[in-house]
């Protein structure tokens, strides 16, 4: 295979609202995650035989079909994104798009929303998170024509323990991971930086895009509290299921209670128990994968969300669908990249970084944001990405490691 730099281009603004943390990977062990730019490499095995008829997408007959994966379009979440951002593509560019919901969560499923898309012309099929792995790998050669984008799924969710991790998927198909530890890192700066010293992170599964989002979050709060020289203490948990329930509000309300200010919800609906806990004594939450702001505040009460640590979904769907658009797709075909910052100057351009909805403080304002991320572009803050460690470890930070809690 041949190995090629690039520079990742053309992102539209980042958008709203919550987590498909699914990739289940074996921890990751690069002491360090680069920011400017990714290695990748090209798919260079001949596409399979067709097998079934599919009409090849041009930038002149594009067609766009979208299929959620177990939620819907209104999620607030990977779809809800996902599908705002593939319409505003078709609105602004006169593209056909339109979106299939499977009737269950099973590849089986997904798999028969990808054949209905093909049947009814549609040449590029966006798939949202790390579920559609199963219906990549049976679907992808069925329809070598096909351009596939998928969000959020691994290489090795896609090949299991016999990945090479050489950042190749099939020769149709591009996906895009993201750096969870460079907004990670940003929240639980941001977090000290705004006066809050009792903090908390809840995980939903202890899976590496989880991990690196924690580990990231402590090693942000960490460096805050050296440079402020602030007693800082993270209580920091996994709930083990993507969603909240009696017993993990128990375990919230507990730290809430304790003198915990804010936890950094970091797995799909576990934000509703961070939120019912956090509602009873004036607490705060922060976000993630998405602009969680108004979804949690909508749940519960105005300004609970202090900000949201994010992936560029609509960036990547934009960037990947203009390509296609301008005859570019063979610049991303076969490929997985993992995508976080490009630019120092321009926020937009980024894959990931902190919501428009963050509230900003003396603290930390908007400029110490913009810096920060200057930082991180440049090479002065360095964040690791090495998920490897069983739990996240800290220089100034006490950390309370408490593992699963369910």
Do not use: H
């Not at 987590?19 to 290695?39: F, H, L, M, R, Y």
């Not at 998928?150 to 149709?172: H, P, Q």
């Not at 128990?273 to 969680?292: H, L, R």
């Not at 570019?328 to 976080?340: E, P, Q």
């Amino acid at each position: 295979m041949k190995k090629k730099l690039f520079a990742v281009l053309m992102a539209a603004t980042m958008v709203s609202s919550l987590v498909a943390c699914g990739d289940t990977a074996p921890a990751a062990t690069t002491d360090t995650a680069e920011t400017t730019e990714q290695t990748a490499e090209v798919a260079a095995e001949p596409a399979a035989e067709q097998t079934a008829e599919a009409p090849a997408a041009e930038a002149t007959d594009m067609r766009v079909a979208m299929v959620t994966d177990y939620g819907d379009i209104t999620d607030q979440s990977f779809n809800q994104s996902t599908y705002e951002a593939c319409k505003a593509f078709g609105e602004a560019n006169g593209v056909d798009f339109t979106y299939y919901k499977p009737e269950g969560d099973s590849d089986a499923e997904r798999e028969a929303m990808i054949d209905k898309a093909v049947a009814d012309g549609y040449n590029v099929i966006v798939m949202p998170g790390y579920a559609f792995a199963g219906a990549i790998k049976d679907t992808a050669d069925t329809y070598p024509d096909v351009k596939f984008v998928a969000l959020d799924v691994s290489e090795y969710d896609l090949e299991g323990d016999s990945s090479d991790f050489n950042n190749e998927t099939f020769a149709n198909v591009f996906s895009a991971v993201y750096q969870e530890e460079l907004p990670g890192y940003m929240a639980g700066y941001a977090a000290v930086k705004m006066g809050y010293t009792k903090l908390g992170f809840l995980g939903g599964m202890a899976v590496p895009a989880v991990i690196r989002y924690g580990y990231g979050f402590v090693q942000g709060a960490d460096a805050a509290a050296a440079e402020l020289g602030a007693d800082v203490e993270i209580n920091y948990a996994y709930g083990n299921q993507f969603y909240g329930d009696a017993d993990i509000t128990a375990a919230m309300d507990t730290w809430y209670q304790g003198g915990t200010e804010v936890v950094f919800a970091c797995g799909g609906g576990i934000f509703t128990s961070a939120g019912e806990a956090a509602a009873k004594v004036g607490g705060k939450v922060i976000g993630v994968d998405v602009d969680q702001a108004a979804t949690i505040d909508g749940m519960f009460e105005k300004g609970m969300t202090v900000t949201s640590a994010m992936k560029g979904l609509q960036a990547t769907v934009n960037t990947l669908l203009t390509a296609i658009k301008d005859g570019n797709w063979d610049s991303y075909a076969g490929k997985i990249l993992n995508l976080g910052l490009v630019s120092a100057d321009d926020m937009s351009l980024n894959y990931v970084g902190l919501a428009d909805s963050t509230i900003w403080t003396d603290g930390f304002t908007e400029a110490d944001y913009k810096q920060l991320v200057a930082d991180m572009v440049n090479g002065k803050v360095v964040v690791s990405n090495d998920s490897s460690a069983e739990q996240p470890s800290a220089t100034t930070a006490k950390i309370n490691f408490q593992g699963n809690i369910k």
